[in-house]
């Protein structure tokens, strides 16, 4: 079953770089239908036998063996409210990959790949109760589709600290950027504050939108403004909803006012489709989250200096 969910992934790379996305549905226990990138999914298996960790978050049911490599399992139900199936001898592992991290999740009831055009992706009202830790609904033949925000389920998982360096503080504050403004578009809540506090450390503003059409627009506002007033760099997610980052990409180099404009792709899809999307759709740049001073570099690296601008 989990050979035949996955094996036509290569055909559904085409669908990228279009604002189509390919996900993978499954529920939780619960009548709920959930959903996640098809790309980030490595792997669905049956539960193999957990050991307990000692001293592990809540969330962690456990650790298993996964092709020779001891990986964190995590209760996803769990993360999302809902009662646990550690205990559930019908629940699957699924294996992800995060930002070049493995670990892997219990779900239930997997069902199929599906398809939708990135312009139904919606951010979830409030009223519908999920909190967080799902980033965009969508209508798929009648039924109602809760896209995982799976950054912020791990990121409460695990609270290190993400700051520069040292090194990388003195490099920034040496380069002198101008202007010392960016784009940040990002529909996670806990990435937009992430990056929000990276560029804080290099003494740089954000302009922040919530997903790839919001960032469209407020490109084309900073546009008509003073030189001093705009942006040269935008860091764009990939994955989100309305526009995803390689439209958004597409569109700023299809428009006369934005082309020059530079463009960093921060996402935690990994590998090298990701990087041939981002020759395709001519980025600049693809920096996996979340690494902040690979991300700085690129960022010292792209903006111009004083003598530049």
């Given at each position: 079953?989990?050979g035949a969910?996955?094996?036509?992934?290569?055909?559904?790379?085409?669908?990228?770089?279009?604002?189509?996305?390919?996900?993978?549905?499954?529920?939780l226990?619960?009548?709920?239908?959930?959903?996640?990138?098809?790309?980030k999914?490595?792997?669905?298996l049956?539960?193999?036998p957990?050991?307990?960790?000692p001293g592990?978050?809540?969330?962690?049911?456990?650790?298993?063996d996964y092709?020779?490599?001891t990986?964190?399992?995590?209760?996803?139900?769990a993360?999302?409210?809902?009662?646990?199936?550690?205990d559930?001898p019908?629940a699957?592992?699924?294996?992800?990959?995060?930002?070049?991290?493995?670990?892997?999740?219990?779900?239930?009831?997997?069902?199929?790949?599906?398809?939708?055009e990135g312009?139904s992706?919606?951010?979830?009202?409030?009223?519908?109760?999920f909190?967080?830790?799902?980033?965009?609904?969508?209508?798929?033949?009648?039924?109602?589709i809760?896209?995982v925000?799976?950054?912020q389920?791990?990121?409460?998982i695990?609270?290190?600290?993400?700051?520069?360096?040292?090194?990388?503080?003195?490099a920034?504050?040496?380069?002198p950027?101008?202007?010392?403004?960016?784009?940040?578009a990002?529909?996670?809540l806990?990435?937009?504050?992430?990056?929000?506090?990276?560029?804080?450390?290099?003494?740089?503003?954000?302009?922040?939108?919530?997903?790839?059409?919001e960032?469209l627009?407020?490109?084309h506002?900073l546009?008509?403004?003073?030189?001093?007033?705009?942006?040269?760099l935008?860091?764009?997610?990939?994955?989100m909803?309305?526009?995803?980052?390689y439209?958004l990409?597409?569109a700023?180099?299809q428009?006369?006012?934005?082309?020059?404009l530079?463009?960093?792709?921060?996402?935690?899809?990994?590998g090298?489709?990701?990087?041939?999307?981002?020759?395709?759709?001519?980025?600049?740049?693809?920096v996996?989250?979340?690494?902040?001073?690979?991300l700085?570099q690129?960022?010292?690296?792209?903006?111009?200096?004083d003598?530049?601008?």
């Open positions: 079953m989990a969910l996955l094996e036509n992934v290569e055909r559904q790379t085409r669908l990228a770089g279009h604002n189509r996305v390919a996900m993978l549905l499954f529920r226990g619960e009548p709920q239908l959930f959903a996640i990138n098809v790309f999914v490595r792997e669905v049956r539960r193999p957990l050991e307990r960790m592990a978050h809540a969330l962690i049911a456990g650790s298993c092709r020779g490599q990986i964190p399992v995590i209760d996803l139900a993360a999302l409210g809902y009662p646990a199936l550690l559930q019908s699957h592992l699924m294996v992800t990959e995060f930002s070049r991290s493995v670990q892997g999740f219990l779900v239930s009831d997997l069902q199929h790949m599906v398809h939708c312009e992706l919606m951010a979830p009202s409030a009223a519908l109760g909190g967080s830790r799902v980033n965009a609904v969508t209508r798929i033949n009648g039924a109602l809760a896209v925000d799976v950054e389920v791990l990121a409460s695990d609270a290190s600290p993400h700051e520069l360096s040292a090194q990388m503080l003195r920034a504050g040496a380069h950027l101008r202007p010392r403004r960016v784009l940040v990002d529909d996670s806990i990435a937009r504050r992430r990056l929000v506090s990276l560029f804080k450390q290099m003494n740089i503003e954000c302009v922040v939108a919530q997903d790839g059409r960032a627009e407020r490109l506002e546009a008509a403004l003073p030189p001093e007033e705009s942006v040269n935008v860091v764009s997610d990939i994955e909803p309305q526009l995803d980052g439209a990409t597409r700023i180099r428009t006369p006012a934005l082309r020059r530079k463009v960093v792709l921060h996402s935690s899809l990994s090298l489709f990701n990087e041939a999307m981002v020759r395709e759709v001519n980025a600049d740049r693809f996996a989250k979340f690494q902040p001073d690979l700085a690129a960022v010292i690296e792209l903006l111009p200096d003598e530049a601008a």
